[in-house]
């Protein structure tokens, strides 16, 4: 499966982003999804998760609260929404795709997106 995420840009604190991960080959209910972010010069964290029905999803402390991630299988489609963003939110975000549901080490993830940049302003 390929992965494309989208939605990425310069926002205000305090403001709203969209991450969007469109698949394509295999379709993504066969996956678990997740989203992680890199910032710079620190190591790859995990963000959120959802199973391949979207009927569970888990987060990181970091972002619960103010982020949803959401899946439509119908149109291979996962969504990171960002709400109340912070400063500290500013990385590159991929989206992934793995055989296994809600994981947080990125090395259970087989698929990678290219990533998309979000910087949060103060």
């Known amino acids: 499966v390929q992965l494309q995420a989208s939605g990425g840009g310069l926002v205000q604190a305090g403001g709203s982003l969209r991450l969007s991960c469109a698949a394509s080959g295999r379709t993504t209910s066969s996956y678990a999804m997740g989203w992680f972010r890199q910032a710079p010069g620190k190591e790859r964290e995990f963000v959120a998760a959802?199973?391949?029905?979207?009927?569970?999803?888990n987060y990181a402390d970091s972002v619960k609260g103010r982020f949803t991630i959401s899946r439509d299988n119908a149109k291979n489609t996962v969504v990171l929404q960002m709400n109340s963003l912070k400063p500290e939110d500013t990385a590159v975000y991929y989206c992934?795709?793995?055989?296994?549901?809600?994981?947080?080490?990125?090395?259970?993830?087989?698929?990678w997106g290219q990533g998309t940049q979000v910087t949060v302003s103060s």
């Open positions: 959802i199973t391949q029905t979207g009927g569970s999803t």
């Open positions: 992934a795709a793995g055989p296994y549901g809600r994981q947080t080490d990125p090395r259970l993830y087989d698929h």
